[in-house]
């Protein structure tokens, strides 16, 4: 088998090339038939392609079950090694940068505290944590760079628009990667690569439509349609937090008044329970805080929310109900076989459910409602590695 650094993914590249790789990737051992099945390339396509990948050394033909007088199925599987890549992943605390194969195997992790740096800093980290992984003995011969940011992205330049978590607007992440470390970069919002990561490998990848709805600090979604990520024409779709549920809402991130992640994100929680407070109302976030207005985080509120706290779980139902207005406008805009909500709030989904559910049953249409099955995921920050990897390696093939 060749070596990793013999073998040259641009050299097979092209979408069809890249389409059966992934596919081998997730899926295999496979057949061919099986291939052109998933992927609706012809056999002649697909048993071409494997050929030439199969010669590259990036798949290799596997054996398997026992010799009945018929045709031995030969099936194909990926070579992990075929690649090496550095993901970086910004999020809301830290960055956190690994040395992945194509095979999702992690030689090498490494975790930076971002609490309290400004905007260049935090650049400042990324470029640093990807420097060291590239530099270290496991990312030797790495391949490409793959990164993960919060808000929405430009995807094909790869420009960060707007970062809530970090104060970036319109960084071009790639171009200033790649000026540094002459390595094809590749950028996603966290949401459509958790969306992306979820489906293909998770429990749901025979479903075809499904909307990923992520519930922290923010709200954003990760729409699969047909088996694609569907990103619109300006790479802007699935801003889901930033459709209105109250005219007359508070403000938003965005400036606009009563969108969803004004009403009912982590922050919004917080903002509530602050305000209450505020106001004279009692509960066991004050003590949790020590008094302190300002110290008060989501955790504070589950806390006390679990342990029966009236405000905190007032609050939380007024959250969840806001939440139930937002799922059910996905559900009836997209009719989807799936939603599945991740992120921070899922830590307490047993105690948003019932409410929740009692606003979704009410506002989603009975057609939509009745083949539509609502899931929760605390796999978020894996499953959106799992993405990246995938649109990585898609790129790096595709040579973009
Ligand atoms: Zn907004």
Redesign the pocket.
Known sequence: MAETNQINLKAVGGPNEALVVNTVRRRGPISRVDIAKLTGLTAPTVTNISGKLIEAGIISEYMIGEYSGGRRPVLLKANPDMAKMVIVDIRSKEVAGYVINAGLEISKTIHRDTRHLNKDEVLAVMLDVIGLLCSSEEGKDVAAIGIIVRGPVKSAEGVSLFSPSTGWRNVPLKFIVEAQFHLPTFVENDMRAMALGSYHYGPYRDIRNAVFLGVGGGIGSGIILNGELYRGLGDSAG?I????VDVNGPV???????????MASETALVNLVVQAMREGRSSLVAQLVDQDTEAVKPEHVYAAAEQGDALAMELLQNVARYLGVGVSNVINIFNPELVIIGGGITRVYQLIEASMMEVIKQRVLESCFASVRIEYSAEGRAAALNGIVDLTMQGIIMNK
Do not use: D, K
Request: charged letters at 20%; one cysteine or more.
């Open positions: 801003e937090g930033h459709s209105a938003c991130s965005c400036g606009n008044r009563g969108c969803l992640e004004a």
